[in-house]
């Protein structure tokens, strides 16, 4: 019937979204998510909130299972926005998204922010996720796993993963966003949020 609300639809008859914000480590997902889910009052999915446990304890290597369940437990909800690359619950993620964003950045911006990001919090020794004391450290720099090594590393394989993932059947459900400067990302935060007023 015209003007019933579906199971698609969220309780004031806007259509449900399920947003799924990806990119390079540095890009800005969880800032991008976070306005997302500020303009549009969804609920925000952090993955590495999830994945990083007390003293630095990953969960998606330590614990693949329980990962998976407490994200699939998270994206059962009727909307979300949601920001990670993590490939063991990318399929769960993708399958219940009706947007995806790739914030698809130079790599001299990526590593701009991720390093500035890092060393803001190598300094302050602020608290990373809450209530996990992990904060960055200097002598972490010198690790393969520290962001600013990650980004670096990762930058080119992650671009051409996304690529053919885009150019695959599997996203064909979902509306894809493509952002190549932080400008497109302004310019689509504002269209989310009108089209959802």
């Not at 994945?51 to 290597?61: F, I, V």
């Not at 911006?109 to 060393?119: G, T």
């Amino acid at each position: 019937m015209i003007g019933e609300r579906t199971a698609n639809d969220d309780m004031s008859g806007h259509p449900a979204r399920r947003i799924a914000v990806i990119g390079s480590s540095g890009s800005g997902k969880s800032t991008m998510a976070k306005a997302i889910g500020h303009a549009l009052g969804l609920p925000v999915v952090e993955l590495d909130a999830i994945n990083w446990q007390a003293g630095w304890r990953d969960l998606n290597t330590d614990d693949p299972e329980e990962f998976v369940r407490r994200v699939t437990a998270a994206i059962a909800a009727p909307e979300w926005v949601c920001d990670g690359n993590y490939g063991r619950v990318a399929p769960h993620i993708i399958r219940r998204a009706t947007d995806v964003i790739w914030l698809d950045y130079g790599r001299p911006l990526i590593m701009s922010r991720v390093i500035r990001r890092s060393l803001a919090r190598s300094l302050t020794r602020r608290e990373v996720w809450p209530n996990t004391g992990n904060v960055e450290y200097w002598r972490n720099w010198l690790g393969k796993e520290h962001p600013v090594w990650w980004a670096w590393s990762t930058f080119a394989r992650l671009r051409q993963r996304y690529e053919e993932s885009f150019a695959g059947p599997a996203l064909a459900h979902v509306t894809l966003h493509r952002l190549r400067r932080p400008r497109a990302a302004r310019t689509l935060l504002d269209q989310l949020r009108s089209e959802r007023a």
